[in-house]
């Protein structure tokens, strides 16, 4: 007599796709033949030599519990049991074959976008060689013209516009090209990272919906090869970027509505393209344009009031507000002068937010910056501010924007380096990834806690709303900037030095309130009840490993509020509570290890 249950547990271990995908015969054989080869190797049974009859009666009761009617014809019966026991649809073989060709293909995008790159570098080696000799034959000019006291004005000004435009520009160039090879190559790692198998069987998966466009994507070289050459020109999406996400922002994304979304994205004013065609064709409507929307929108009055209500950047405020004054009086090479160097100095209070500090200030330039923080987290506009911005910046600080520059030309920059100011503070005000944005939502939440989710949950477990919100915070280390430090909110509610950035926001007693709730009797109570509540029996569970991490995070998390009731004269009784709670999920962790191991 078969041992179902014994059949059973290996039937469920072997669908998984961790295991399925180690089998070469499913990427091999057709439905009927993989039906056969699963029947074989997990229910005892050999459809090459057992009769068909045999066969469909021994999985109709190893399986009864599913009740799935079995046909009676053999072809359709082994096709049920791929359906309705390995869980598939598709053929693997198939898909996997659909997977690879694709990703062969974008093999060879990436090594035509690289010898793209390598001609345009060849372009910038040639255009750099003949600059360098024509710097040469200007120096060889201007000394033979000195020594004859002639001048040699012109050629000193040509000799400028080389070292300060021209050699800068090409040096850009260069850097951008070594950029975007970088990135190709770390596209090509993370296709190559792809467990093609794995993917294969998921899309055969018959939980996988048949209208999944998406089900074949594996890399963004198939949204626009254009991303992927430094040609791509991100200067008008940076100016833009939040027109485009409170467009963005309009539609739900579990209720989306593509046609709506399609209807108006035609109506969108600031699609990208159409204003860089619009630049490439007249500067001057290109100018208009700007000029237009920063007075619509009002721009001059966001940056002041938002740069009034940021921490970080409020001590620009009166600088910023006498750049602006100038650019409403059309003081503009003054406006451009001051506002290229702030612009550079709220990418220093970046770094520093994300705790990225230089040893020598004189070697942190703005490009030291951008790459440090590009380094530590992907910044959206690094593109821009890291090649193109730098020259503007440099043009500035070199004098060489001028009342002698044409009009037109220095009204486009002052309203370019407006909105990538514009930008800049944007960020400070809605980039999630800043330590600071997830403990003053968590401030928000806590106030209104007894209306928001947290209610709901409280409800649920007869608990206190506050509560259920101080441990969400505490716990949600995963979603922090620096995932590598589950401490950021815990250091943020116990931590002195932050104490002045909740009283520029007005809402300190709430962080006292949440801080002398941290560190009471009962809070602590509910920590070890909610941890003990989501633990698994041991051994009975794939997630120890999970588990284990989750546990060790816990301590990591307990240790510091220890060290803070010991140094701030926090009652015993409380500190008594932490110490038992930490070594009891100490405990936890050494069982959980052994029941891996």
Request: charged residues 30%.
């Amino acid at each position: 007599m078969l041992n179902r249950e014994s059949i059973l547990k290996r039937c469920l271990a072997y669908i998984a796709h961790e295991n399925l995908s180690k089998m070469e015969y499913i990427y091999q054989y057709d439905k009927v033949d993989i039906a056969k080869q699963f029947i074989k190797d997990t229910m005892e049974l050999d459809p090459h030599t057992q009769s068909f009859e045999d066969i469909r009666k021994n999985v109709c009761y190893i399986v009864s519990h599913m009740r799935i009617e079995f046909p009676d014809d053999d072809t359709e019966f082994y096709n049920t049991v791929f359906n309705r026991l390995l869980f598939l649809e598709g053929l693997p073989r198939k898909e996997y074959e659909i997977l690879n060709n694709k990703v062969q293909g974008l093999y060879q995008k990436i090594d035509n976008l690289k010898a793209q790159i390598r001609a345009k570098e060849t372009q910038i080696k040639t255009s750099e060689n003949e600059n360098e000799r024509l710097f040469d034959a200007l120096e060889r000019k201007i000394n033979m013209l000195r020594s004859k006291c002639q001048s040699f004005k012109n050629e000193l000004q040509q000799k400028e516009t080389l070292a300060v435009e021209i050699f800068p520009k090409l040096d850009y160039e260069g850097r951008k090209c070594r950029h975007y090879k970088q990135l190709l190559d770390a596209e090509l790692v993370e296709i190559q990272s792809i467990d093609l198998r794995k993917k294969a069987l998921s899309i055969c998966s018959s939980i996988t919906s048949e209208d999944n466009n998406y089900k074949y994507y594996i890399s963004s070289l198939e949204d626009s090869e254009a991303v992927f050459l430094p040609d791509c020109d991100y200067s008008i999406s940076v100016k833009f970027a939040k027109e485009m996400n409170k467009f963005i922002e309009r539609f739900d994304k579990f209720t989306f509505d593509e046609e709506a979304f399609k209807e108006a994205s035609l109506a969108y004013p600031y699609h990208s393209n159409i204003i860089e065609s619009l630049r490439n064709n007249s500067v001057v409507e290109y100018r208009d344009f700007l000029a237009r929307y920063i007075q619509e929108k009002s721009i001059c009055d966001y940056i002041i009031e938002n740069v009034n209500n940021n921490h970080v950047i409020n001590k620009r405020l009166d600088v910023l507000k006498g750049a602006l004054e100038n650019y409403n009086s059309k003081q503009y090479l003054s406006f451009v002068n001051i506002a290229a160097i702030q612009i550079e100095g709220m990418f220093y209070d970046y770094c520093f937010e994300m705790d990225i500090q230089p040893k020598k200030l004189n070697s942190f330039t703005i490009n030291t910056k951008l790459d440090r923080l590009h380094d530590k987290q992907a910044f959206n506009a690094y593109e821009y501010f890291a090649f193109d911005f730098p020259l503007i910046r440099n043009k500035v600080a070199h004098g060489l924007l001028t009342n002698g520059e044409a009009i037109i030309e220095i009204e486009k920059i002052a309203h370019e380096t407006l909105l990538d100011l514009q930008y800049l503070v944007y960020v400070f005000q809605t980039n999630k990834k800043f330590p600071y944005s997830s403990p003053l939502e968590f401030i928000e939440a806590y106030k209104n806690s007894n209306i928001n989710g947290y209610a709901f949950h409280a409800k649920l477990n007869n608990t206190d709303p506050k509560d259920e919100c101080l441990y969400s915070h505490i716990k949600r280390y995963r979603y922090n900037i620096t995932p590598h430090d589950p401490l950021n909110n815990l250091q943020w509610i116990l931590n002195p030095m932050y104490d002045d950035v909740y009283q520029f926001y007005e809402i300190s007693k709430e962080h006292e309130e949440t801080r002398n709730r941290l560190l009471s009797c009962d809070f602590i109570q509910f920590i070890g009840d909610k941890i003990n509540k989501y633990l698994p029996p041991r051994g009975l569970s794939s997630h120890d490993e999970e588990i284990v991490d989750e546990l060790e995070t816990w301590v990591q998390l307990l240790q510091p509020i220890i060290c803070y009731c010991r140094d701030n004269n926090i009652s015993k009784e409380v500190i008594k509570k932490v110490i038992s709670l930490k070594e009891l999920t100490e405990n936890n962790i050494t069982c959980y290890k052994q029941s891996i191991y």
